[in-house]
C-alpha cells in the first residue's frame, strides 16, 4: 500500500504541518483526527486495514490532515474569540493549501469528501 508523508510551512498558519496519503488512486478523502489528534492517528489506529483492498485496487485515496485543536476550540486559556479566529486560519490553510495539494497530486479537480470522528467529524462536517 502506497505511503506518502508530506510536510510544509503553512503560511496561513505560520507554522509547518504534516500529513499523510494512504492509497495512489481513486475517490480522494480528507481524513481530520479526533480531539486534539494528529495526522498519524487514523494510521496508529489501524483504520486503513478496514480499506486495504480499496486502497490496492486505487478505489480510494486519503489525505490525513493534521489539528490545531489545541490552538482553537480546545485552547481554554483564551478568549473564545481568540480560538475562533485561529480556526478560521485553519480553514483557510485547508481550503487554499490543503485541497490545492490533493488536486495537484491527483492530477484532476475531483471532489474530495471530507471525513472525521469526534472533533474530525466537526471539521469534515463544516467543509460538505
Given amino acids: 500500500m502506497n505511503r506518502d508523508y508530506q510536510k ?13 496519503v494512504h492509497g495512489h ?16 492517528d487514523f494510521e496508529n489506529r489501524g ?3 478496514t480499506v486495504e483492498q480499496e486502497l ?18 480546545h485552547n481554554h486559556g483564551a478568549h ?3 480560538g475562533a479566529s485561529r480556526h478560521e486560519h485553519y480553514d483557510q490553510y485547508i481550503i487554499h493549501e490543503v485541497i ?3 488536486h495537484h497530486f491527483l ?7 471530507a471525513a472525521g470522528a469526534s472533533m ?5 462536517v463544516n467543509f460538505f
Avoid at 510544509?8 to 499523510?20: A, F, N, Q, V
Avoid at 475517490?27 to 495526522?39: E, K, L, Q, V
Avoid at 490496492?56 to 476550540?73: H, L, M, N, P, Q
Avoid at 492530477?107 to 469528501?113: A, L, P, R
Fill in 8 to 20: 510544509w510551512y503553512s503560511d496561513h498558519l505560520g507554522k509547518e504541518m504534516e500529513l499523510l
Fill in 25 to 40: 488512486a481513486g475517490t480522494p478523502f480528507i481524513i481530520f483526527p479526533c480531539s486534539n489528534g494528529r495526522f498519524f
Fill in 47 to 49: 483504520m486503513f486495514h
Fill in 56 to 73: 490496492k485496487e486505487g478505489k480510494a485515496i486519503f489525505f490525513s490532515v493534521d489539528s490545531i485543536d489545541r490552538e482553537t476550540w
Fill in 80 to 82: 473564545p474569540s481568540v
Fill in 100 to 102: 490545492p495539494f490533493i
Fill in 107 to 113: 492530477g484532476n479537480n475531483e471532489k474530495i469528501i
Fill in 120 to 124: 474530525g467529524a466537526y471539521h469534515a
